[in-house]
Structures are given as C-alpha cells and as structure tokens.
C-alpha cells in the first residue's frame, strides 16, 4: 500500500476539514469556554458527528459504522486538531470503539450503535498515577457474586464526568507493575459507588478524577479475557496514541500555518520579518519536522490497519515523533508572532495549551522513546 | 492485488535463488559495492555473480524502460522488488552516478538518440560517470560558475576547472555544467557529456579530513566536445541541473538508510554490551523514534514522487533532514564507541566514517540552502 491517502480518504478529507471549520472553530472553543460550559463539548455538535457518519469511523458496518480504518480516523483527528474542535471523537469513536472491538458480540451489541450514531460518549479509565504508566494499574477488581466488585482511583479520565461508558483498566491478579493480571471492564454511568470530579485542564477541556468504592459489575462487564487483558490495552491506547498524534499534526499544522501568515504580514525595521533568514531557516526545520511526523503517523495508522506486528513499534514512534514536532510547531508559534503571542484574545496560545494535554495523553515523547528502546531489547 | 502477489512470490523466489549469501551481508567497506565502468573490478565472484543476475533482467535500473536497458517495472513492482531485497538484506549490486543522476535527467530531458546511445551503458555498468557541477567559486552558489564551452562550430571547446567532483580519477565519462554565454547568470548554462579519456582533463584527489580521497580538482585544457553532447537546448542546462540535483538529494538522504539497521540502540547493544549510562541510551533512544519516523518519511517522499505527488521542493526536505540525521547517528556511535572509537584505523573505522559524515550537509547543497529553498518554494516566505 502507498503511504500517501487514497482519492477516498482525500474525499473524506474534504468533508471532514469544512464540517469542522463550519461547526466547531476556534470561535465554538472560546464561547464553551467562557460560559465555564459543564460538559466541555457540545453533545449536539457530537449528534452531527453521528449524522456525517464520522462518529463510527471505526465501527463496523453490522452496527451502523463506516466500517473504516485508522488512517480515516486520523483524517478526522487532524481536522480536529487544526480546529481544536472540542469533542469526544478520540477517546470514543477511536479508543473505546477499539476496545470493544476486543468484546463479546453482547457488549458490541450494547455499546457500537450509540457511539455511531453520536448518542453515546466514552471515556478511558487507565491512568492512576501523575504520568502514564498503564503497567501500574492498581484499581482492584475482586470477584463478587457473579461478577465484580472495584475499587480504587483513576484520574486524567478525559470526559470520565459525563460519558455513558468507560473503560476500565482493573487488576484482577498478580502485582502493580506486572502487565499479566489487567482486566478490561466496561462501566456503566451512574454505577453505584462510582463519583466523578470535573477538573478543567490548561486547554480549557475537563478531565475527570474518578472513585470507585464497591462498585459492582458483572461478568458480562469484562471485555476480553480476565488476567489476560494487557494486549487488549496495548492495542486501545496504540490506537489513542496514534489518534492523538493525528490530532497533534493538525495543531501543529494550524500553529505553523499561522505563524506563516503572520511571517508573509509582519513588519519591524521596514521589512517582513519573514524576509529575515534567522526566521526562514527556523520555519524550514520546523516544517520538516512536522512532515516527518506525519510520514510516521500515517504509517503507524497504515500497520495498525492491517494488523501488523509492527504497528505496536511505530505507534510508539508516532506519537513520540508527532509530539515532538507539535511541540516544537506551537513553540515556535508564541515566539515568532511576539508579544501578540502571548495575548488571550490571539489564538496561537490555544494551541499550545491543546498541544501539552494531547502531548502528555496515552504517554508523552520521554515515554514512547522508552519503549521503543525495550520493544528493541536495549 | 493478486497480480502484485505473484510478482512478489516470483521476485522472493528469484533473489533467494540467485542473491548469493555473502551478497545479503551489510556493506561493510569500499571493496563490498561495484561501481563498474571500463576499470571496473569485482572483489569476489559472487559480487560478479549478483552483478550479472541482475543486469541480464535490466534490475540495476528496474523502473527504466527496457528499450534503454531497464526492467520495465511499473511503480509498485519497483517497490516491491525493493521490499523484498531489503527483506534479504540484498545489497545493491551497482552503485553508479549514471543511474541515480545522470538517467533520470537523460530519460527527462535526452534526445531519442542520446537515450539509446547513454542509457544501455548505464545500466549495464559499461561506463561510470562523474558529476562536474561546483567549482573552486562556485560553491553553494552554483550558477556563478566559470568553466566556458565555447562554439567552434563543430565542436565544444571546454576550459576551466571543477572541484569536490566525485571519483572522477575512477570516472570514464562526465556530466559537466558549462558556461555558454558570460552574459547570462542561470540562463548562460549548459549541460554537456564528455569522455574523460578526451585531450586535456585532468585529476587530482582531495585528501580529506577523514583519511580518504572521494573527491577531485579537475582540469579543463582546450577540451574538445563534440557538438551532438549537449543534454536540452544550449543556455538551458541550468533546468536540467536543477532535476538531477533533486536525484542527488534523494540519494544523499538516503544514505545510510540502506536494508537493515533498523535500530542503532539495539545494533550498539549487541556489539558493546548494554548501555550503562542511562543518559546516553536516551539520545540513542531518541536517535531511534527519529529514525524511524525518517523511513517512514523516505518512504513516503518515494512513493509520492513516484505518483507525481511530491512538492518539486521535498527533495530539499529529504536531504536536510536525512543528512542532519546521519550526522548525529555517528556521533552517538562515536561516543556509544568511547576510546575504542578514536583509533584511526582502516577506511571502514567508526572514526573515519564519523569524519567523513560532516560533508553529508555540505554536499549536494548545504544545509543552509536546502533550508532557503524549502522557505521561499514550499513555505512562500518573502524575499527568500
């Protein structure tokens, strides 16, 4: 398969990109913003994400999705990123879709509808400590009945407040630090037990800190193998990880499209400051590093497409790599736009706040170069 | 798809059947590639074997029509020959000048009877090329050069001199840029092909930094060149310099990107024993996460390029980024290397290919330049 999208994934391109600038522009993340909205997205711009078919990219056409890949969800995610639409898309459409892919036809059956048609928002519960480590779930899930009973805290559960489901990273046996012993469950809101607290975040997104105490599910609840759940995780958060670096290209894209403009309008000593070589040489690096990034992107979503044994490597590669031009894209962006830069009202801070969640979700570049370090047994 | 398939169960069987063993190991030194040419010499008789096996398929150049000599593949079969001689670990079996430069320019800008005259040579190794572009005032500002070809009627009368010209004491022809008019600086250029046996060249290596010598001076005398050797219209070389440059980039880029290699921590790791400063593994890891993502990028720049789909500039890209890459990779195999990295040793020590390294961003374009390209053609920014 070529690494370039197909006359398809360009047709879906073209629709997503004005749907996104249309119904969700920078303007709709101010003013949920502003008004402190509670939700920190719009459940009716989600409806229409269920309307455009885009909600269930990832959904299989049997349940009412669009039966496609990650390369299709990446296109999403990047327009996303360039209109730093506030939505549920990634942690839904993509990493819960891709969780319960991994379920009984029961589960699927339950959950693969709503989310396609946009009733349904999910969350990912895997997070515990203050960096992303999924090796260290300690929630405990003891066997209780017929089912389950877990306790324990999860927090940077983003939209953990609101959603109709979350994934839950359990342990079922074995020690914090040891990836056998990790049991998937899908939670149903409103569970018993279970307390959500909203906290806005520096992109004015809200993640959750979630409690659990005793809270019961049963057996129809697992996702997956019980004790066996890791590569099912790996696989959820591969799949969050490459979507996230999708998104970050977009916000990266925007930041350096902006600061281009800005580079071409510009004047200081009676010249653009984009004529200055000191500037142009600095825009070139960054644009190579952000083609780079989305080569690897790309390629990750292509591998994970075809079930590939790489994908897992170049996932790590992606979301390292996406982070790291990104980061260097908004950067770049405050510095070279000046003290306008650092203004509220300009919209390239926006991005860098955008930029540092999505940096820091499913894992940042410290991270992700870690494990490609141990996936190549150094 | 199918067909594709039986393509590459085809190709595999044919490389496992007549890619020799000692033909799938990495290059290690100058004596495992074969530049051919009138001097050409194999260093062993499987490199002549493999050589033979796939010039007789025209699989040196498998994407040139087979009139001119090559495999007459289609783009994705070109690829896929290319995947599954990286998944051998086949090595090139011809390293040449006229295919990477000169033949993309022939095929593009040649005349019907300079195609079928050049082209067969070049993919049957017959002749090795040298590429005459900088001169010892015409650096990075290339179209300054001086070399003058004057009309004389029936021939070209060539006088100047080039510098930093790859192997030419190792070439038997070259592909020059000559002034033709003083007058104009770009639109004053042309492209000119001479036999470097002719009355009045001249070689004389560079002694490099690194120990070894892959460059020359060379000399122009009263060289005569026969009218018929221009490649595109007179003053018009310019165009034709530019597209090979482009050729030249890709390759650079490419360059120690080859079948294998596919993680320098892991390589370091098993040669040096595992890495005891945790700081050093980190750039080594992060060495990686940009590697890996660079192939992802070569690959794609290749395949985009082969649909007519690359930016004309990207090549400047490739070449900026990939060069910088390799620099920093062989300073980490240096420091991974510590004291047993300073010994100066042969042509293939750490230390020599560390040296030599440093000219991979000032080659074939600077850094600099290629910077200054990708900001005034691909990012528009004014006055560039």
């Known amino acids: ?335 070279m736009h000046g003290g306008i830069g650092m203004t509220d009202e300009y919209d390239i801070g926006l991005y860098m706040k955008r930029h540092r969640l999505l940096d820091e979700l499913f894992g940042d570049t410290a991270f992700h170069a870690e494990r490609v370090a141990r996936l190549n047994n150094y | 798809m199918a067909d594709e398939e039986i393509f590459r169960a085809e190709t595999r069987a044919w490389l496992e059947a007549n890619c020799p063993p000692a033909m799938r190991e990495p290059v290690t030194g100058l004596d495992d590639v074969y530049w051919g040419g009138r001097n050409g010499r194999f260093s062993s008789p499987e490199q002549q074997a493999w050589f033979e096996a796939m010039a007789a398929r025209g699989w040196t150049v498998p994407d040139w029509p087979k009139d001119y000599g090559g495999g007459g593949l289609s783009p994705s079969e070109t690829k896929i020959l290319r995947e599954e001689m990286a998944a051998l670990g086949c090595r090139s079996p011809l390293h040449s000048f006229g295919i990477w430069m000169l033949g993309p320019a022939l095929l593009k800008f040649g005349t019907e009877e300079q195609k079928r005259r050049y082209l067969p040579d070049i993919a049957q190794g017959r002749i090795r090329w040298c590429q005459g572009y900088s001169e010892p005032g015409a650096g990075s500002d290339l179209a300054g050069l001086q070399t003058r070809a004057e009309d004389k009627g029936d021939h070209w009368l060539v006088n100047g001199q080039k510098i930093w010209t790859s192997y030419a004491d190792k070439a038997d022809w070259i592909f020059c840029l000559v002034r033709t008019d003083p007058a104009q600086k770009q639109g004053g250029i042309s492209f000119l092909l001479f036999d470097m046996a002719s009355p009045g060249v001249s070689t004389r290596p560079i002694l490099l930094i690194s120990g070894s010598s892959p460059f020359c001076e060379t000399f122009f005398d009263d060289v005569k060149v026969p009218k018929e050797q221009i490649v595109g219209a007179v003053n018009q070389g310019w165009t034709v310099a530019k597209y090979l440059l482009g050729h030249e980039r890709e390759m650079i880029s490419a360059m120690g990107f080859g079948s294998g290699d596919p993680s320098l921590g892991r390589d370091l790791a098993e040669r040096l024993g595992a890495f005891a400063n945790p700081v050093l593994r980190a750039e080594v890891a992060l060495h990686d996460v940009d590697m890996l993502a660079f192939r992802a990028m070569s690959e794609k720049f290749l395949d985009e390029f082969k649909a007519g789909l690359a930016h004309p500039a990207q090549p400047s890209m490739m070449k900026y980024a990939g060069t910088e890459l390799n620099k920093r990779r062989l300073e980490l195999e240096m420091a991974a290397g510590g004291t047993d990295a300073l010994v100066w040793g042969d042509d293939n020590a750490v230390s020599r290919h560390w040296l030599r390294s440093k000219a991979n961003s000032i080659e074939g374009g600077t850094s600099e330049i290629q910077l200054g390209i990708i900001a005034k053609h691909i990012l528009n920014l004014p006055g560039a």
């Open chain 1, 1 to 335: 398969m070529a690494l370039f999208l197909t006359e398809e994934q360009v047709m879906l391109k073209d629709m997503a990109g004005p749907f996104l600038a249309d119904q969700a522009p920078v303007k709709h993340l101010r003013q949920l913003r502003d008004a402190n909205d509670a939700a920190g997205f719009s459940r009716d711009l989600w409806r229409r994400f269920g309307e455009m078919g885009l909600a269930g990219v990832l959904v299989p056409e049997a349940q009412g999705g669009g039966g496609l890949g990650h390369v299709e969800a990446g296109i999403v995610l990047e327009e996303i990123g360039r209109n730093l639409s506030p939505s549920p898309f990634l942690s839904t459409a993509v990493a819960a879709v891709t969780a319960i892919g991994g379920a009984d036809a029961e589960l699927r059956a339950r959950w693969l509808p709503g989310i396609a048609t946009g009733e349904t928002v999910a969350a990912i519960a895997v997070d515990e400590g203050r960096r992303h480590d999924p090796a260290n779930v300690a929630l405990a899930a003891e066997r209780s009945g017929n089912g389950f009973r877990l306790n324990g805290a999860k927090r940077f559960v983003v939209h953990g407040h609101v959603a109709d489901l979350l994934i839950v990273a359990a342990r079922t046996s074995s020690d914090v630090g040891e990836m056998r012993g990790i049991t998937l469950f899908a939670v149903e809101k409103g569970a018993a037990g279970l307390t959500a607290d909203p906290v806005r975040m520096v992109d004015s997104s809200i993640a959750a800190e979630m409690l659990f105490e005793d809270v019961e599910v049963d057996a129809g609840a697992v996702i997956g193998t019980v004790d066996d759940g890791w590569s099912l995780l790996t696989r959820t958060l591969d799949a969050g990880r490459v979507g996230a670096a999708a998104e970050m290209l977009g916000v990266g894209g925007a930041a350096m499209a902006m600061t281009m403009d800005y580079l071409r309008q510009r004047k200081q000593f009676g010249r653009l400051i984009g004529e200055f070589q000191a500037l142009q040489h600095r825009a070139a690096h960054l644009y190579s590093e952000l083609e780079i990034a989305r080569a690897a992107t790309l390629k990750a979503a292509q591998l994970m497409d075809a079930d590939d044994p790489k994908a897992e490597l170049m996932a790590a590669v992606a979301k390292a790599k996406a982070g790291k031009a990104a980061m260097l894209a908004v950067q770049e962006g405050v510095q």
